[in-house]
């Protein structure tokens, strides 16, 4: 479908390579797991593991149910703890025989269950021994259980990379063999937090490469994603971060002009304009004619739900007394919009604002690579005062399958841990498909399928410059305003640094989302129009 529009008034206007994974990289990994484990040392850990496994097979079976049931907290330092293990059952350690009463007790989320009290009352060997030697005979049982977790969790990362590895070389059959027995493991680890339910994700995505290839992994402008967009917003302080950051350099870009316009790459109901149009009602001096042009795509059900959103901002610059004028774009990719159907004025102060849309155009491609050229190139002929650019902090666009695996899997685990913070579970469950969608489109498409390219702020920074753009300081204000914003979180390990006139939001030390602004060199934009 080709693009349209549809406007919207108030007031008085009208509108018209690498091969294989290095071991620091895997370390990395591991580390950011929380496994106090080198990649050279797994070789020897999994020897005493299963040394480990062929003492405790005398064990009752109870135990190895008991291993299913219960998640703990990771051991420090898992060679260490093994060492100690296999110390204590050897001579092995005698089990009351009476232990097979643990079968009916109940572990949920790492909090052990009332009714384990009642239980472990009930085992006859318990009436022979203190509280103190109950109390040291159950912890003795569950760090049991704690390092079986933590032994699944270290087999899952390790075999995840192998199974890359041979995804990269073709070789499906041993992928296939491996995501079946990694498949089978999950069964061992939690999947509701931690690696498991990173690895549960990843999993997916290397059983979709590997045996439905051609089912679709679809990222791009859908009332679907849209829906997703909403809850991932609510959920986390990602997208709220890169509104107000974009929100605040936009309003200072706009002081003293009376007629300004917005064109929004992807509207997505318009989640951050009502605090922009509320800040300028209070603009000294009052506000300007503010005029929006909202990208996005054709709704499916023959709706104008571009306009519906237009309407409702409309009502509320009414409402703050700011004249206001919507136009709205629908098209299904943001490379099939023209300038000329964005129907800027020469008169018109114009902010660009791109959340998380400009790595869309990166593709492998001819026609693809050239797509990235052109939006700048337009971009740069309108000559705006203002480009806003938030995009996610990572690598996702090389082009060897298993750097970008690797890069994947540790952006997302920072990621995964930080929605851990998150305290609206609905929200935090929707937001999770939001990011699992943007998993599969990184691992499982290629070519033109493959839309989730991001990529770091570093090589922004060098395009954005080849293109003709100079950086903006993203000023205290627009810092200020970020930090706040992370007071609405009760979690701490959410934090915004500046770098070079930048933002970036992240999750402790790991830089996830990157804010900019960027403003066309004028000898570029005369030359640029000299050539139209």
């Known amino acids: 479908m080709g693009p349209y529009d549809s406007a919207i008034s108030t007031g008085s206007t009208t509108s018209s390579p690498s091969s294989a994974a ?10 950011g797991a929380g496994y106090k484990v080198r990649s050279t040392e797994l070789h020897q850990v999994a020897q005493r593991l299963e040394r480990l496994e062929t003492v405790m097979v005398n064990a009752p079976s109870e135990i190895s149910q008991l291993a299913s049931d219960v998640l703990h907290c990771n051991p420090s330092d898992i060679a260490s703890w093994v060492d100690s293990m296999l110390f204590e059952f050897n001579p092995p350690v005698s089990i009351p025989s009476d232990l097979s009463d643990f079968s ?42 704690t390092a079986m977790e933590e032994d699944s969790g270290i087999r899952l990362v390790h075999m995840m990379m192998t199974c890359a590895e041979s995804v990269q070389r073709g070789d499906l059959p041993m992928a296939g063999s491996l995501i079946e027995e990694m498949q089978a493991l999950l069964t061992r680890v939690n999947t509701g937090c931690g690696i498991g339910k990173v690895a549960r994700y990843f999993i997916d995505a290397l059983n979709r490469r590997v045996f439905t290839p051609q089912a679709p992994c679809a990222t791009g402008w859908s009332n679907e994603n849209e829906i997703l967009y909403h809850h991932f917003y609510e959920a986390c302080p990602y997208l709220k971060f890169a509104h107000f950051t974009a929100n605040q350099a936009i309003l200072e870009a706009f002081d003293g002009h009376d007629c300004v ?3 929004d790459f992807n509207l997505m109901h318009g989640l951050q304009w009502p605090a922009l149009i509320q800040a300028l009602a209070l603009r000294p001096g009052g506000p300007p004619l503010l005029r929006l042009t909202g990208i996005g795509p054709p709704s499916p059900d023959g709706r104008d739900s571009l306009r519906e959103i237009g309407l409702r901002l409309a009502e509320l610059a009414r409402s703050v007394n700011v004249r206001f004028a919507f136009r709205g774009v629908a098209a299904s990719r943001l490379e099939d919009v023209k300038p000329w159907m964005l129907q800027v004025s020469p008169k018109e102060a114009v902010a660009i604002n791109s959340i998380m849309q400009l790595h869309r155009l990166l593709g492998s491609g001819p026609t693809r690579v050239s797509a990235i050229e052109t939006v700048l190139g337009w971009i740069r002929s309108l000559n705006p005062k203002i480009v ?30 930080s929605l851990e913070a998150c305290s609206l579970q609905p929200e935090k469950a929707v937001a999770e498909i939001y990011i699992q969608k943007e998993i599969c489109n990184v691992l499982c498409c290629e070519g033109s399928a493959r839309v989730e390219r991001h990529e770091p702020l570093a090589k922004w920074r060098n395009r954005l410059g080849a293109a003709g753009f100079r950086p903006l300081n993203l000023g205290s204000n627009a810092f200020k305003q970020a930090s706040m914003l992370l007071t609405l979180f009760s979690a701490e390990g959410y934090c915004v640094e500046e770098h070079d006139g930048c933002l970036t939001l992240g999750w402790h030390s790991r830089p996830l989302i990157a804010a900019s602004a960027w403003q066309p060199l004028l000898d570029t934009v005369i030359n640029h129009n000299n050539l139209l």
């Open 22 to 31: 290095k071991p620091s990289e895997i370390d990395g990994l591991l580390a």
């Open 104 to 145: 009916d007790l109940t572990y949920i989320d790492s909090v052990v269950s009332p009714a384990i009290n009642q239980t472990v009352c009930n085992n006859s060997w318990v009436e022979h021994h203190t509280p103190q030697q109950q109390q040291q005979e159950l912890t003795h049982q569950l760090t049991v259980v």
């Open 261 to 263: 316009h917005v064109v």
């Open 388 to 417: 806003t650019v938030v995009e996610q902090e990572a690598n996702h666009n090389q082009s060897e399958f298993l750097d970008r695996f690797t890069e994947a899997l540790y952006y997302y685990s920072t990621m995964f841990d």
